[in-house]
């Protein structure tokens, strides 16, 4: 039996505002609700980090869905650690497409990490974002061609800034028909 | 459309494949996996658009495969993939006819790119491909099906004027198949692959119709929790289908007006100009003529959207078309429904020539669809025609209508005229619904 719910689990310290933050907005577009897991420590469990302490997302993937057993819809997982893919040398996050997990990293987000003077919205808007559209992943949407749709693929945080936090009007009927 | 073009991944190493295909799959790729060379070579014997091969694999490395995978397709772009380790000899690939190579880790970005140039290399042979199809169909667009001269006429408009970006009306009485004809415009265009956006105009009120024209801005109107774009909006680069244009409201026609002069829109509740490339088709079975002698359609608005006129002549001005629209309509009833009939009896087709048709080509799509239904025979006989068709095809060999037979068939007509909306036809049978409905029990009719 699965629930219908997203359970979200930390990778490391994440700051509980934070999380709060993103089970509201999780619970705000899919409607569905959201559960949380204690911290979850993976260091002995995935392979060494590569790149300056850069981590494989896809075995940080495939690990959770193998070894985390619950009863959510979705499993979720949040992450302080900077992330890399067997063919990425850095991405912000990663979701099993049609799946059951998804991964996002907050190591890029912030202003801080461009040496810009922190700014909570502009990071928190960036966040929502990163996750929803891979918990969209999970529910079977691909990437859209339309610029402000939250499903057009972003491979910096400019492209994240410029798009909405909403789905268009092409997308927003897949999603409300998938989940 | 990405989601017809099948992508194979040939890697040794589980976890590339998985990262790569589920990456390609997010971007609305079709994609095959393969763990070595020789599984990739049955594959490239099916239906592949492009290859994406490590260069160092196990068995037959990367080359190898890229060499004799031409023998299978010569045509197969191959994109190779790399570690910074192996620079030469993905050069050595170039040299073997690869389309491009990629290093590992990649740039999304950078690879987004080479996949795309790859696959229109690719789509080239597709496009022909299409082009040949549709000039097979040049004589018949899709369901607009005829060969009466009136026909042939409009077939010929249709190409004349697909080509250019002229603004459309297409004039025709209900049923007669307006929309099909937008679609043939639009598909014959060269905005094919832009979208078509349809819209009838008749059945929306006026706040809503804006609405779904122009579009809306986060808080315009209450209800507007996020913003929106309009249909206009979304026909961007393609064409967009305004049925029913004869209905819409003053204020509409004056905001359409400037939308058609300027080519720009602006959202509800916003003052940012947008700019729209779309191709206006128009289509209304009313005369507008009259609406503008009678103050209700403007004029300027009637030429800006009356550039061309393509006028289709009701099912009852091309009888000698009804047979092969019959037919038509025949055979695609009895696929869907599988039933063993072979074809229509003489009898029923004369009653179908001799009909009048008031609601056209879909009266006699509807008429066929219901006669394959219930009939039993090996032939469509008059029988399983609907009695408004066989009350006539009667008539012409016996007495003279009584009065109730022709109320019943002015009811039926008129029903028929106006897509069965029966407040509508109520009113213009000068009678209140309640009545329309209990004649409606007396003779029986039903849709
Ligand atoms: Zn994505
Ligand atoms: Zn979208």
């Known amino acids: 039996m699965t629930d219908r719910i997203i ?89 099993q497409l049609n799946g059951k997990c998804a991964l996002v990293s907050l190591h890029r987000l912030r202003q801080e990490y461009y040496n810009l003077p922190p700014d909570q919205t502009i990071f928190l808007s960036r966040f929502h974002k990163v996750v929803i559209h891979e918990i969209a992943h999970t529910f079977g949407l ?30 927003n009927p897949k999603l409300l028909s998938n989940i | 459309m990405k989601h017809d073009i099948n992508i194979l991944i040939v890697d040794d190493e589980l976890i590339v494949r998985k990262s790569m295909s589920n990456w390609l799959k997010e971007d609305g790729y079709l994609v095959k996996t393969c763990e070595d060379g020789y599984a990739a070579l049955e594959q490239i014997k099916s239906n592949i658009d492009l290859a994406i091969v490590d260069i160092k694999m196990p068995g037959m490395d990367g080359i190898e495969l890229l060499k004799e995978s031409k023998k299978i397709d010569p045509d197969l772009p191959v994109i190779i993939m790399t570690a910074y380790a192996s620079i030469d000899t993905a050069v050595q690939a170039m040299k073997e006819g690869a389309f491009d190579y990629i290093v590992k880790p990649f740039n999304p970005e950078n690879v987004s790119q080479v996949i795309e140039r790859a696959l229109k290399f690719k789509m080239l042979e597709k496009e022909n491909l299409l082009l040949r199809k549709e000039l097979e169909k040049k004589y018949g667009f899709d369901e607009i099906i005829g060969k009466s001269k009136k026909m042939e006429e409009i077939f010929q408009l249709i190409n004349t004027v697909s080509e250019s970006d002229a603004t459309i009306m297409i004039r025709g009485k209900s049923g007669t198949g307006k929309e099909l004809i937008a679609r043939a415009i639009h598909a014959n265009s060269k905005r094919r692959y832009g979208p078509l956006i349809a819209i009838s105009c008749g059945s929306l009120p006026e706040t809503l119709l804006e609405s779904e024209l122009f ?25 967009l289908f305004l049925d029913e244009i004869g209905e819409i409201s003053k204020k509409t026609q004056v905001d359409l007006l400037r939308v058609l002069q300027e080519m720009v829109i602006y959202r509800l509740g916003s003052t940012k100009p947008i700019k729209i490339d779309a191709r206006i088709i128009s289509a209304t079975n009313l005369n507008l003529e009259e609406a503008i002698k009678d103050g ?14 393509i006028n289709i002549p009701p099912l009852n001005e091309r009888r000698e078309d009804i047979p092969l ?37 879909r009266e006699l799509e509807n008429a066929i669809e219901r ?12 029988d399983d025609l609907p009695e408004t068709i066989t009350i006539k095809a009667v008539k012409t060999e016996s007495e003279p209508r009584s009065l ?6 002015r009811i039926l007509q008129v029903l028929n005229e ?29 849709r």
Request: aromatic letters at 10%.
């Open chain 1, 7 to 95: 359970t979200i689990i930390p990778i490391g310290e994440i700051d509980s505002s934070i999380l709060d933050f993103i089970s509201w907005s999780i619970e705000e577009t899919f409607r569905i609700t959201t559960a949380r897991l204690p911290n979850h420590n993976l260091s002995s469990e995935i392979p060494p980090p590569l790149y300056g302490n850069r981590y494989n997302s896809t075995s940080i993937l495939q690990h959770l869905s193998e070894k985390i057993s619950v009863n959510a819809l979705r499993l979720l997982a949040i992450t302080e650690l900077d992330l890399y893919s067997p063919i990425f040398s850095t991405l912000y996050g990663e979701a």
């Open chain 1, 142 to 171: 691909i990437h859209c061609i339309d610029k402000n749709c939250i499903m057009y693929p972003s491979s910096n945080v400019i492209d994240i800034d410029e798009k909405s936090p909403l789905f268009c009007p092409s997308c």
């Open chain 2, 215 to 239: 579009g809306y801005e986060k808080g315009a109107f209450t209800g507007a929790h996020y913003s929106r774009k309009g249909r206009l909006e979304m026909a961007d680069g393609g064409t």
């Open chain 2, 296 to 309: 209700r359609f403007r004029e300027d608005l009637y030429y800006r959207l009356n550039v061309v006129t």
């Open chain 2, 325 to 361: 629209l019959a037919n038509y309509f025949f055979q695609k009833f009895t696929v869907a429904n599988t039933k063993e009939i072979v074809g229509i009896a003489g009898e029923a087709m004369k009653a179908l020539i001799d009909y009048d048709w008031p609601g056209n080509v």
């Open chain 2, 371 to 382: 006669a394959v239904v219930v009939s039993k025979k090996k032939e469509i006989i008059l």
């Open chain 2, 404 to 409: 109730n037979e022709f109320e019943k068939n």
């Open chain 2, 418 to 446: 106006n897509d069965w909306n029966i407040s509508k036809s109520a009113k213009i049978l000068k009678i209140d619904r309640g009545t329309l409905y209990n004649k409606l029990k007396k003779y029986r009719i039903e």
